[in-house]
């Protein structure tokens, strides 16, 4: 059932009878209004789809309430009627607004086709104004929006000249839009590379996306730092028809970046060279060059000397964090056997294990093959495991430290928390030495397995005990030592009952 609603407008009962009854035997809903007046009521108590108008009527003529309609109910639709001969009217009547006209008399196909063509015309055009008047709102949202960005925006056409800018630009360039469209781009962006390396020329030349490219701008007898990026701008074809290219000042990034340079060579120098003091004071008065000095004495300069160490190291572990991300590591990789290196390192802690009651193991059962790692990195990352499993575990309890032989396999990719790599593409093929350190201590919680790797952070019980005031970085180097041997760390843990630490490094 159609369920549009038509007003008939005719001072004819008989015709208005007849169209009445011929659109509603079409489906079609109906009302009639004697004359021009009475239709502007029936028009303002409710709603229609289209109205079928007769010229002439007495009080107000049909071309008057087209006008008032037109002016009033601009979506409402109208077809104008009239007799034969009277054309003219009609077709003058639809340069003001009407849709169609029907000339009387009219044969009821005809009516109704018209009427359907009228409907149908009439919600083309309701819908692309509703598109025009939504593409006009998105059209602003979208130049409110670059108005609004703090970055540079800049579109090319392809041939490299501009189509598009936004505010920051024209504050830039000291240019308005007008002035800048049209402009090859590198007249206005002087940077100090070649044109044709900025991003949004790479992108014409290659047909994509240039990312994350740092250049200088020139500003007067400034050089503004900026990270840029650009992509393709397609036509509706997909055709490459330009490029978009958003530039971000980095001025105030770059200037956080010395502060960090800065603090960290005050790190370097300006705290290691008093501590380096202290420790050669204390070594004289342990040595008994400024006078003899009793046990208990010897007993707490020992422990200054060991605060000292403990300095020192936190200081080297945060250059080399600092090194690590900054890319400036050097990394000495050499051919060491697994096994030698493991006990060497382990010897170290025998001594520390017998005093704090702690049984150390080691459950190496089969020859290792060489392996290319750092020795020195290996040695730290080490001794950084087994120092949080002495601390961590108390007396009468055991550390284990265990190595042995594992092929790639989707098993040993399901091992590996997705937390601590996402997205891990892992090699299909391979060997991989895996080394294990165990320990019967207190245990971290599941939930903060993902987290102890990252800097400055610590398991909540172990940060509540008396011996477990770290500097959160041990574990954090760990993971950048085994991130620059392209292997993988992570632990497994039953808090209350000990942890494993897992090391896995690619043989091939």
Excluded at 44 to 66: C, S, T
Excluded at 237 to 265: M, P, Y
Excluded at 380 to 403: K, Q, Y
Aim: aromatic share 4%; net charge neutral.
């Amino acid at each position: 059932m159609n369920k549009d609603k038509i007003l008939i407008v005719d001072d004819e009962a008989d015709i208005a009878l007849i169209l009445k009854l011929q659109l509603e035997d079409s489906g079609y809903k109906t009302v009639r209004a004697r004359d021009g007046i009475e239709a502007l009521e029936h028009i303002a108590r409710e709603r229609f789809n289209l109205i079928l108008l007769d010229i002439k009527m007495p009080r107000m003529d049909g071309m008057q309430v087209l006008d008032r309609v037109r002016k009033d109910y601009p979506d409402l639709g109208v077809v104008m009627m009239t007799a034969h001969g009277s054309e003219a009217i009609a077709v003058e009547a639809m340069k003001k607004g009407a849709i169609d006209y029907i000339s009387k008399p009219f044969s009821t196909d005809d009516l109704v086709k018209k009427i359907e063509r009228a409907i149908q015309n009439l919600r083309t055009q309701q819908e692309n104004l509703r598109l025009s008047q939504q593409l006009m709102a998105e059209q602003q949202k979208m130049g409110a929006i670059l108005r609004g960005m703090a970055d540079i925006l800049i579109a090319v056409d392809s041939k490299g000249r501009i189509i598009t800018a936004n505010h920051q630009a024209e504050m830039l360039f000291g240019m308005s839009q007008e002035k800048l469209l049209g402009t090859p781009v590198e007249e206005v962006l002087r940077a100090d590379i070649p044109p044709e390396k900025l991003p949004c020329m790479v992108v014409l030349n290659t047909s994509a996306p240039s990312l994350d490219v740092s250049y200088n701008i020139r500003w007067g007898k400034k050089l503004i730092p900026v990270l840029s990026s650009a992509t393709p701008l397609l036509d509706g074809s997909l055709h490459l028809c330009g490029s978009v290219e958003i530039i971000r000042d980095i001025s105030t990034l770059k200037a956080l970046e010395q502060e960090r340079e800065d603090f960290v060579s005050m790190l370097s120098h300006d705290l290691k060279t008093p501590i380096t003091a202290i420790v050669g004071s204390i070594d004289l008065v342990r040595e008994g060059r400024l006078g003899p000095i009793k046990g208990e004495q010897v007993e707490y300069l020992e422990s200054a000397m060991e605060s000292c160490t403990e300095m020192v190291d936190m200081i080297d572990t945060l250059l080399d964090i600092h090194k690590f991300e900054a890319g400036k590591m050097v990394m000495l990789l050499k051919s060491e056997e697994p096994n030698h290196l493991i006990q060497k390192i382990v010897s170290r802690f025998r001594p520390v294990a017998k005093r704090a009651e702690v049984k150390l193991i080691t459950s190496i059962k089969e020859t290792l093959p060489h392996v290319q790692i750092d020795r020195s990195k290996f040695a730290r990352l080490m001794s950084n495991l087994l120092s949080n499993a002495m601390r961590f575990t108390p007396a009468g309890g055991e550390i284990e430290i265990g190595a042995h032989l594992l092929r790639a396999s989707a098993d040993l990719k399901r091992r590996i928390p997705e937390q601590l790599y996402p997205g891990l593409e892992f090699p299909a093929k391979g060997r991989f030495l895996q080394i294990f350190i165990r320990d019967t201590g207190i245990g971290i919680a599941k939930e903060e397995l993902a987290n102890i790797f990252d800097r400055f952070v610590q398991a909540t019980n172990r940060r509540k005990m008396k011996n477990g005031g770290g500097s959160g970085l041990g574990l954090t180097f760990c993971r950048k030592v085994m991130d620059a041997h392209h292997g993988h760390v992570w632990a497994e843990s039953d808090e209350g009952k000990g942890s494993t630490f897992f090391l896995l490094i690619p043989l091939e």
